[in-house]
């Protein structure tokens, strides 16, 4: 079953798409229950409880303003942050949760949304409990559900029968439909195919062909645009640990004063392109993920700083795009792209795993120097720890995006300079992620509970 490049690239808000878009998403779907089975109007309280992952960095990474707004009918999609933010200064203020059927019930946020911390989530680490009661507390209601990684979210019934996730668009097998690396390479050679055609010929299965490009469009469109609004928002990140955004004044340096540093520029144009979407996405603006919040910089930074800036055709951002998200489909099928599973090596390792292998693709390589490069840009990633400093997306992520950029463009380079074959193939790069992962201690998982996370103080 093929998940879409759609999938993976989805525009949305900040800071975090397993805890902010996934929750928000979990959310409207636990009101489309209600709504089907017919028991909305029963409904005079709700009640949620976050629970692994969820709980421990759930409060920095805005989860709990994400199920609420998600129970009001916003979805990460359409969502502007600063109606958001009226939102949910209404709901403060008034204690009362408008929904978009035109039911109010009372909700108060310090009781109503639970950090649940001594429930371990047997399917994955990040759960959401959501229960809907009547006015003498009777239960209509209970459902269990987790958000995977990247916003996808699956149910319970999902995950425990084991296909899959709400977010895989479109049910058919592609006609070149790929579980592993090797497969892909395959119908490569068989069909004379990039890796980009081969997706696209599977994403025509499911679409209209112009609706995919379109799509790939405005998901490009949006990236640069939250690259530029990230170049130019000045001041410091919510949340309480004081971090100065810092790309603006770089990006002001290098706009300015081009001969300086003259050797490193490159560094400083991809960590500049790469800080800014995560100084965005820190401050809860729209980001496209890719594959998931935390790691949204690194794929918008190649593509500014190698397609965008050097007025490359659409046809190369097609390209670009499409083998970023065959790369991305192979991580999700075969492992994970969760911070809560397998550590940042699952996401920012991801990314510029994708990044590599996509840039690669624009550069010219074949199929088989395409999956080298994605191969290197997570091989150097391999045990990449996720301990972020009070739950917030900033340190390490911000940095950590902006060196992973700069990794990808090695890679790709690394990649088509080599023409013995390569040790170490894709798929035993991705494997060996997955057993790294699961071998990983949840204190380096997206709980904030080791690491930098205990050992930097909050001021
Ligand atoms: S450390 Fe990595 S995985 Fe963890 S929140 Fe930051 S970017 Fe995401």
Not at 112 to 117: A, I, P, R
Not at 318 to 333: E, M, R
Request: hydrophobic fraction near 45%; charge should be negative.
């Amino acid at each position: 079953m093929m998940i879409s490049a759609l999938d993976i690239f989805r525009i949305g808000i900040g800071p975090s798409s397993s805890h902010t878009v996934g929750p928000m998403r979990i959310a409207g779907r636990f009101l489309s229950h209600l709504v089907k089975s017919g028991l909305l109007g029963r409904v005079a309280r709700l009640q949620v409880f976050m629970q692994g992952s969820l709980a421990f960095t759930g409060a920095g990474h805005r989860t709990p303003e994400a199920i609420v707004l998600g129970l009001m009918g916003f979805v990460p999609e359409s969502t502007d942050p600063q109606d958001a933010e009226v939102a949910l200064a209404a709901l403060n203020e008034a204690q009362v949760l408008a929904m978009p059927s035109g039911l109010k019930i009372g909700f108060n946020p310090s009781t109503d949304l639970v950090f649940d911390y001594d429930t371990v989530p047997k399917l994955h680490p990040n759960g959401l409990r959501l229960l809907a009661m009547e006015e003498d507390h009777t239960v209509v209601a209970d459902l269990t559900y987790y958000s995977t990684g990247g916003g996808f979210i699956a149910s319970q019934k999902q995950l425990e029968t084991p296909v899959q996730d709400d977010l895989i668009g479109g049910l058919s097998e592609g006609p070149l439909a790929f579980t592993s690396a090797a497969q892909l390479l395959q119908h490569c050679a068989a069909h004379g195919l990039d890796v980009a055609e081969v997706l696209l010929a599977n994403e025509d299965e499911k679409r209209d062909r112009q609706e995919t490009l379109s799509a790939l469009d405005a998901i490009a469109v949006a990236m640069a645009a939250c690259v530029a609004r990230g170049l130019q928002q000045k001041g410091t990140l919510p949340g309480g640990l004081n971090v100065r955004r810092r790309a603006p004044d770089l990006y002001e340096k290098l706009t300015t004063l081009p001969s300086a540093n003259e050797r490193e520029t490159l560094f400083d144009w991809l960590n500049v392109y790469a800080m800014a979407v995560n100084e965005e996405n820190a401050a809860g603006g729209r980001v496209v993920t890719a594959p998931t919040n935390g790691a949204a910089g690194i794929i918008p930074a190649i593509l500014r700083f190698y397609l965008l800036d050097a007025k490359a055709p659409k046809s190369s951002v097609h390209t670009y795009l499409l083998t970023a998200a065959a790369i991305g489909i192979l991580y999700k099928q075969r492992a994970s792209i969760s911070g809560a599973e397998m550590g940042c090596q699952g996401e920012v390792g991801v990314a510029c795993s994708m990044a590599a292998g996509a840039l690669a693709a624009v550069w010219g390589g074949t199929p088989v120097q395409v999956t080298n490069a994605a191969e290197i840009g997570m091989e150097h990633n391999l045990g990449l720890t996720c301990d972020p400093v009070g739950g917030l997306v900033q340190i390490p992520c911000i940095e950590r995006n902006a060196l992973a950029a700069v990794k990808a463009a090695n890679a790709a380079r690394l990649a088509l300079q080599t023409h013995e074959p390569a040790r170490v193939t894709l798929d035993q790069v991705i494997e060996t992620m997955r057993q790294t992962g699961l071998d990983m201690s949840s204190k380096y998982k997206e709980t904030s509970q080791g690491g930098l996370a205990v050992n930097v103080v909050e001021c």
